[in-house]
């Protein structure tokens, strides 16, 4: 046989190898669910990587859960890095420490979540990167705790706003993509979600990537976190409270006060786009003003749709990577 041939059949052989073992490790980490007392709660999460590498916090957005990252975490922890990713309040085995707690999904909220993790985890300081809701309490802890912040990597930029902010009128097409809130803010809307949230969020996926063909297998497994006996009254509250039309706690009334005066992310910032996002989303142009330290934007080309670590894992471990050395 040609040495040239027997050469590229072991090099495959090898590859398939390691592809094999990186496979078997996502899915143990994954099936791995971890729980903490972090403060109002007690924290499912996933803990991958050497113990004593770089920490990356993943955080992943609403209607999705942490499988979201179930491609990004093999490739960061073979760069060395420890890889968190928690489910956020209302999803997965999170759960609330009182019972009688109040299912509040204010942005403040869940951005001190990840404060409370971090120190129950003795975590100093970390990456931190996230979509959607997970993008909002990245930017948040960024910008109100810089110090606990290597670096950030926030899809769709600057999330940070207020209920003054979310009071104003919009143009008519920009209201139409925020059709669920006003169906949130009624009670047949809370009804609605709570009786039919895996339809619901199949139908978020669809209009969010409208280019992202996903099968039934990899929806059901995100939809089961939905399951969380606190899920529909925290995303309830939060559609409900962005409109004013829900209070907050007054533990977090300082925190949302700093907020509503847009505060600048001074750590160093990359912010990525998908070129086919569906789900609303800012202008980069709108927002690239509020990082005032180290940052750069790109946009990932191919149908990337609104849950681009999923749909471009690639791409969203190397902006994590990036950042670190930006």
């Keep these: 046989m040609n040495k040239h041939?027997?050469?590229?059949?072991?090099g495959a052989a090898v590859f398939a190898v390691l592809c094999l073992g990186a496979a078997q490790a996502q899915t143990a980490a994954f099936q791995n669910i971890k729980q903490i007392d972090a403060g109002v709660l007690n924290v499912g999460y996933v803990d991958a990587g050497p113990a004593n590498?770089?920490?990356v916090i993943l955080q992943h957005g609403w209607p999705y859960d942490i499988h979201s990252y179930v491609e990004v975490v093999p490739r960061l922890t073979q760069a060395g890095y420890r890889v968190v990713v928690p489910y956020l309040r209302g999803y997965g085995t999170t759960r609330f420490l009182d019972k009688n707690a109040v299912r509040n999904g204010e942005p403040a909220a869940l951005a001190e979540?990840?404060?409370?993790?971090?120190?129950?985890?003795?975590?100093?300081?970390?990456?931190?990167?996230?979509?959607?809701?997970?993008?909002?309490?990245?930017?948040?802890?960024?910008?109100?705790?810089?110090?606990?912040?290597?670096?950030?990597?926030?899809?769709?930029g600057y999330l940070i706003g207020s209920q003054d902010s979310g009071k104003q009128p919009l143009p008519p097409a920009a209201e139409l993509q925020w059709w669920y809130q006003f169906y949130f803010a009624t009670e047949r809307g809370r009804v609605g979600y709570e009786k039919n949230r895996h339809d619901f969020a199949k139908l978020i996926w669809q209009t969010a990537s409208p280019q992202w063909h996903v099968d039934d297998r990899t929806f059901d497994r995100s939809a089961a976190a939905l399951e969380n006996p606190d899920h529909a009254a925290i995303t309830v509250h939060n559609y409900r409270w962005r409109l004013g039309l829900a209070q907050g706690e007054a533990k977090?009334?300082?925190l949302e006060a700093r907020l509503a005066q847009f505060p600048a992310i001074t750590v160093p910032t990359i912010t990525l786009e998908g070129d086919a996002n569906g789900a609303p989303h800012p202008e980069p142009a709108a927002y690239a003003k509020r990082f005032t330290g180290k940052y750069k934007h790109e946009l990932i080309k191919g149908g990337v749709g609104h849950n681009l670590p999923q749909e471009a894992p690639g791409a969203f471990a190397d902006a994590v990577i990036a950042v670190d050395h930006l």
């Design 5 to 10: 041939i027997v050469r590229n059949a072991i």
């Design 252 to 254: 977090y009334a300082p």
């Design 113 to 156: 979540d990840v404060v409370a993790l971090m120190d129950a985890l003795k975590i100093d300081k970390a990456i931190l990167a996230g979509y959607d809701w997970g993008a909002r309490s990245a930017d948040i802890v960024a910008a109100l705790w810089p110090e606990r912040v290597k670096g950030l990597v926030s899809v769709s």
């Design 53 to 55: 590498g770089p920490v």
